[in-house]
């Protein structure tokens, strides 16, 4: 892989991703797209149900975009590759769940990152920001997602000053689910990968899917689409072995066998 700026390590049906690009894990546009490459074959590899994502290091998670590899000639508009900025937020049919573990600083760009993932996690450490004000410039993604999950006049606030939070404020406002001790923040985020890897990959896949796509519906709408099986995931699911083994593992007392299929 490029400059070998990506870990990974595989746990049964977990999938770790540790983002190692010292000095601070920012991200340029070969990291981006070794990030799109990594988490397209995880969507694709039926044997990983969750990922962890994390960065190498104490101090950062990630400031974002590499500036100083902008001021070399990389475009900021540039090929970030198949997942778009992060390997994530534009990479289509990416139904899978993903834990993020933030492990220190974590601002503009590195942000967005996170908040494409659908738990985060930090170290007590952590702390958070959208700076991209101060430097002359829109926090794109930011200014789509964060307004949707805390509070507007909230998210409004960070967008418009840049101002920094610790992760006690950002767990306050929501977008951050639990807040770990640095030493037990990996520790949680594999034993949750692993709860939710138990659980039916089908159900996991329609669930991020059926969320995405109410994302801006109305509410009757969303439904007659699910109800319809007009969502190639809830299709998928309302046919399959899964959901019959859910059943009769109720019906005799058991714990179902999931097989994903």
């Known amino acids: 892989m490029s400059e070998n700026v990506l870990k990974t390590r595989k746990d049964g049906h977990v999938l770790e991703v540790t983002l ?7 991200v340029d546009l070969i990291t981006s797209r070794a990030m799109g490459e990594v988490f397209r074959d995880f969507r694709d590899n039926p044997d990983l149900r969750v990922a962890i ?19 070399d ?3 900021v508009d540039g090929d970030y590759g198949v997942g778009g900025f992060g390997g994530m ?10 834990i993020c573990a933030v492990n220190g600083i974590c601002c503009g760009g590195g942000l967005e990152i996170a908040l494409s993932t659908d738990i985060i996690l930090a170290a007590e450490h952590a702390t958070f920001a959208l700076p991209e004000i101060r430097s002359g410039t829109v926090a794109d993604a930011a200014s ?8 507007y006049h909230i998210a409004m606030e960070l967008l418009l000053t840049g101002r920094w939070l610790d992760a006690e404020e ?19 985020a594999r034993e949750l990968a692993q709860l939710i890897a138990s659980g039916p990959p089908l159900v996991m896949a329609a669930i ?6 109410a994302e801006d519906s109305k509410f009757q709408d969303a439904l007659n689409r699910i109800t319809g099986r007009q969502l190639e995931t809830v299709d998928t699911l309302y046919g399959s072995e899964d959901m019959l083994e859910g059943f009769n593992a109720f019906a005799e007392k058991r714990d179902p066998v999931w097989k994903g299929r």
């Open 73 to 75: 000639g990389d475009e």
């Open 144 to 151: 789509i997602k964060l307004p949707k999950r805390i509070p």
């Open 89 to 98: 937020q534009e990479l289509p049919r990416l139904n899978k769940p993903i």
């Open 20 to 26: 190692d690009r010292p000095k601070a894990n920012a």
């Open 208 to 213: 991020k899917e059926v969320v995405r796509d």
């Open 170 to 188: 950002a767990h306050r406002w929501g977008f951050v689910n639990e807040i770990l001790a640095a030493d037990k923040l990996m520790d949680r």
């Open 53 to 71: 994502l994390t960065a190498a290091g104490e101090k950062f998670f990630c400031p974002g975009w590499d500036l100083k590899a902008a001021a």
